[in-house]
């Protein structure tokens, strides 16, 4: 009877085993040449730290397969030999082909069967080029310590640059985007990241691009989370003390009627504020670069998905400078987003502090600027519809 206990508790832990191993997966596969014997590992790269996945011995042939559970957003993955490793991601079910050979198995290697992981694998060699041009430049005994810093600067600027128009900017949604914000390089000295949020407000731009289109394709992504919130903390961090437009008297606001704005969205296309008559509107101006803003645009996502079957609408009008990056910051956003180009509307309603938004009636009447509304915008909005 107990023989019979034992083998009936086997059973049951084998189909609990089987049915967690019945989810969809990924495939890695292969060949590593002149690595027989190695033990060749796969590892999954996460914020909380390298967790080891599987692993196996090489053989002569160098031939490697290994499967594993697909992840429900992008991930980052690495195989590793001895001391070297290849950075990969993984969006989902796919398959990815690696041939390398071990003597040069991180820095010669090719990818086949994800975008993704060829630009990670381009990003990463472009990083490794930097690291020892910059490993050289302190090693230079002939130059002044000054001139050296001054060299190493413009190779980094440089760099950025390149990451920033060829990958970050490109597409931010992808994983090799939120790999190139990401990276950092060790030099004779320290480890350093390359794009810092924490004391350049630049580099907050480019975090903040990539994690307001992470937020939303990936909403519920622990690495969404992370990545808005060092946007945001760069942005509280490089913020100037106060951030204004125009300096107008407040009371010079009208509140009986709307003055109508005529402004275009990222493919060009005009807007006019009166052709929303019908809907209740938020009329919103803000800056996607502040501080507060991906927080913002969070919560204002909440808002608009709960009451725009309602007739509820968003008309947003960015003031950011750099236009690129607002083209970037708002191309999912699924209300109406148009750029102010000559301080029109920044005038016409008298916007002194960013942000501020008018709440509009459905007879184009506005009721009320933000800084009258003393409980809750979703309540005004409630008592609007």
């Known amino acids: 009877?107990?023989?019979?206990?034992?083998?009936?508790?086997?059973?049951?832990?084998?189909?609990?085993?089987?049915?967690?191993?019945?989810?969809?997966?990924?495939?890695?596969?292969?060949?590593?040449?002149?690595?027989?014997?190695?033990?060749?590992?796969?590892?999954?790269?996460?914020?909380?730290?390298?967790?080891?996945?599987?692993?196996t011995r090489l053989k002569g042939d160098g031939a490697f397969r290994f499967n594993a559970s697909a992840p429900t957003n992008p991930e980052f993955y690495a195989l590793c030999v001895d001391n070297q490793r290849i950075?990969?991601?993984?969006?989902?079910?796919?398959?990815?082909?690696?041939?390398?050979?071990?003597?040069?198995?991180?820095?010669?290697?090719t990818v086949e069967g994800s975008d993704n992981c060829q630009k990670i694998k381009e990003i990463s060699q472009l990083q490794y080029a930097l690291q020892q041009q910059v490993i050289e430049l302190e090693k230079n005994q002939l130059?002044?310590?000054?001139?050296?810093?001054?060299?190493?600067?413009?190779?980094v600027n440089a760099y950025k640059e390149r990451m920033k128009t060829d990958y970050i900017y490109k597409e931010p949604m992808k994983a090799y985007a939120y790999y190139a914000v990401c990276q950092s390089i060790t030099d004779l000295t320290t480890t350093y990241q390359l794009f810092?949020?924490?004391?350049?407000?630049?580099?907050?731009?480019?975090?903040?691009?990539?994690?307001?289109?992470?937020?939303?394709?990936?909403?519920?992504a622990k690495r969404t989370e992370q990545i808005c919130n060092m946007a945001i903390q760069g942005m509280n961090n490089t913020a100037p003390v106060q951030q204004k437009y125009v300096n107008i008297d407040e009371s010079k606001i009208s509140e009986v009627s709307i003055l109508d704005v005529e402004l275009p969205d990222i493919?060009?296309?005009?807007?006019?504020?009166?052709?929303?008559?019908?809907?209740?509107?938020?009329?919103?101006?803000?800056?996607?670069?502040?501080?507060?803003?991906?927080?913002?645009?969070?919560?204002?996502?909440?808002?608009?998905?709960?009451?725009?079957?309602?007739?509820?609408?968003?008309?947003q009008v960015s003031l950011d400078n750099d236009t690129h990056f607002w083209k970037v910051a708002c191309e999912k956003l699924?209300?109406?987003?148009?750029?102010?180009?000559?301080?029109?509307?920044?005038?016409?309603?008298?916007?002194?502090?960013?942000?501020?938004?008018?709440?509009?009636?459905?007879?184009?009447?506005?009721v009320k600027r933000?800084?009258?509304?003393?409980?809750?915008?979703?309540?005004?909005i409630k008592k609007l519809m």
Not at 196 to 220: E, F, H, I, M, Q
Not at 297 to 304: F, N, P, W
Request: some cysteine.
């Open 196 to 220: 810092n949020p924490s004391t350049n407000r630049d580099d907050v731009k480019c975090y903040a691009t990539v994690a307001t289109a992470w937020d939303g394709l990936y909403p519920d």
């Open 1 to 55: 009877m107990k023989v019979n206990n034992e083998i009936g508790v086997a059973c049951i832990m084998a189909a609990m085993l089987t049915a967690c191993d019945n989810g969809p997966k990924f495939q890695v596969e292969g060949t590593i040449s002149e690595a027989d014997g190695k033990m060749l590992y796969l590892e999954a790269m996460t914020l909380d730290g390298v967790q080891r996945i599987d692993s």
């Open 143 to 155: 130059m002044y310590p000054g001139d050296i810093v001054d060299s190493i600067d413009v190779l």
């Open 87 to 109: 950075n990969f991601s993984i969006d989902s079910t796919e398959t990815v082909r690696f041939t390398a050979q071990l003597p040069t198995f991180s820095s010669s290697y």
């Open 370 to 380: 933000s800084e009258q509304i003393s409980t809750s915008l979703e309540d005004e």
């Open 267 to 315: 493919n060009g296309k005009m807007h006019h504020l009166t052709d929303l008559k019908g809907k209740v509107v938020m009329l919103d101006f803000t800056i996607y670069s502040a501080k507060e803003s991906a927080e913002r645009t969070r919560r204002l996502r909440d808002v608009y998905e709960k009451y725009k079957n309602q007739g509820f609408e968003i008309y």
């Open 334 to 366: 699924p209300w109406i987003c148009v750029h102010e180009t000559d301080g029109q509307a920044v005038n016409l309603y008298g916007v002194v502090n960013v942000p501020t938004f008018f709440l509009i009636n459905r007879d184009n009447e506005l």
